[in-house]
Nanobody, 115 residues
Framework: QVQLVESGGGLVQPGGSLRLSCAAS????????MGWYRQAPGKERESVAH???????NYAVSVKGRFTISRDNAKNTVYLQMSSLKFEDTAVYYC?????????WGPGTQVTVSS
C-alpha cells in the first residue's frame, strides 16, 4: 500500500556531495516519519537520519554536521543532502517510512565514495 522510490545515488570522490531523494506513494498517513538507513558490505543496517512530518529530526553521530535531511510533505518526499563524504559513507542507502507503527522500505540506492 506504500511504495518508496529512491534516487540520486552514485559514485563520488571523498569530500564530494550527493543528494538522495525518496518519493513515497500510496496510502500515506498525515503523521509519519521518513528517513534513511544505510548498510555497508559486511555490516548491519544502521540509522542515518530521520524527519517527522512536524519537522523533528535526528541524525547519527557519524553524519551530524555533514548530512542534512529535509522533506516536502506536499510531495511525500524526503531528501538527504550529503556533503564532505568519506570512504566510510559507502553503502546502500535505504529510504524508510514509518506510519501507524509500521515500517516501509525502498529498494535502496548505492552510494560509493572512492578516489
Amino acid at each position: 500500500q506504500v511504495q518508496l522510490v529512491e534516487s540520486g545515488g552514485g559514485l563520488v570522490q571523498p569530500g564530494g556531495s550527493l543528494r538522495l531523494s525518496c518519493a513515497a506513494s500510496g496510502s500515506i498517513a498525515s503523521n509519519n516519519r521518513m528517513g534513511w538507513y544505510r548498510q555497508a558490505p559486511g555490516k548491519e543496517r544502521e540509522s542515518v537520519a530521520h524527519m517527522t512530518t512536524d519537522g523533528s529530526t535526528n541524525y547519527a553521530v557519524s553524519v551530524k554536521g555533514r548530512f542534512t535531511i529535509s522533506r516536502d510533505n506536499a510531495k511525500n518526499t524526503v531528501y538527504l543532502q550529503m556533503s564532505s563524504l568519506k570512504f566510510e559513507d559507502t553503502a546502500v542507502y535505504y529510504c524508510n517510512l514509518v506510519q501507524r507503527g509500521w515500517p516501509y522500505w525502498g529498494p535502496g540506492t548505492q552510494v560509493t565514495v572512492s578516489s
